[in-house]
């Protein structure tokens, strides 16, 4: 979990994917909840991943990558470019993947947006609701 800094009248909590929420504890109390409502629900219609909107970087294992990685180091595709660029990757959590570019293969693919996307989808669906 992320960490709580306690101010005078408001909470300011940072959740594990960098989304700060700020306000008194019932309103952090209900983001978060609204957050992990909405996480479910994405889960549950099937939520698509490696949408355009996606921003994925390319890493290498330090100093351990051949000439073609390391051209790639550094780089960021969409995420839809990331399933038809490197169609053998496998998921390692929601937000990285093991590129598996070829054979021994120790690159990965990190998800870097995923807090503004979070928040626009949140802000999307809050505004539809009320
Ligand atoms: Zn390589
Ligand atoms: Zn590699």
Redesign the pocket.
Request: hydrophobic share 15%; with cysteine; glycine share 8%.
């Given at each position: 979990m992320g960490c709580i800094h306690n101010q005078p009248a408001s909470e300011r909590f940072e959740t594990v994917n960098g989304i700060i929420i700020e306000g008194d504890a019932s309103r952090v109390l209900a983001t978060l909840r609204r957050i992990k409502n909405s996480m479910l629900v994405w889960e549950a219609v099937g939520y698509e991943r490696f949408h355009p909107e996606e921003d994925w970087i390319f890493e290498?294992?330090s100093g351990r990558?051949?000439p073609?990685?390391l051209s790639l180091n550094g780089r960021v595709y969409p995420g839809d470019e990331v399933a038809r660029i490197f169609p053998n990757h496998v998921p390692m959590s929601p937000t990285e993947v093991s590129?598996r570019?070829?054979r021994n293969?120790?690159?990965r693919l990190r998800w870097i947006n995923i807090k503004e996307m979070l928040q626009s989808r949140l802000h999307r669906e809050s505004s539809v609701v009320r």
């Open positions: 290498t294992k990558s051949c073609r990685c590129a570019l070829h293969c120790g690159c």
